[in-house]
């Protein structure tokens, strides 16, 4: 850590030796340790205190995300995305902008569509062999029961 050789060593503890006096040294030495101890224990509460600041955090982000895509998937109308991307693309196809397509009108206010009923089939002449096949067809009734 500090690069101290032995022979460094020896010379911080003879100058420790002669300021501090040999029957001092073990009190002095036993208070660093202690000092020591307290210093590490500090630094573990406070580097434990930072990583659970930064866990909860995380939490907190991650429950945001997920309050996000809770929220996204309550809005979610795959009719009313499908009705704007439709209106949109009729919008560019008549090559009118978005604002200057026409607004939707309610149901209420749209005229309702008149049912047209098919014309009658012509008359067909019993010449062809299909014609009198349609014929006899027609001429049976539906619920008549069929005989093996």
Known sequence: MFDIGWTELLVIASVAIIVVGPKDLPRMLRTLGQTMGKMRRM??????????????????????????????????NPLGDLKKSIEEDVAQATGKSKAE???????????????????????????????EATAQSDSKPATEDVKA
């Open 43 to 76: 630094s573990r509460e406070f580097q434990s205190t930072f990583n659970e600041a930064l866990r909860e955090a995380e939490q907190q982000a991650d429950i945001a995300d997920m309050k996000k895509q809770v929220e996204d998937a309550a809005n979610f």
């Open 101 to 131: 397509a026409p607004a939707k009108k309610p149901e209420s206010e749209m005229p309702k569509a008149e049912v047209k009923t098919p014309a009658a089939p012509a008359e067909v002449t019993s010449d062809s062999p299909a014609a």
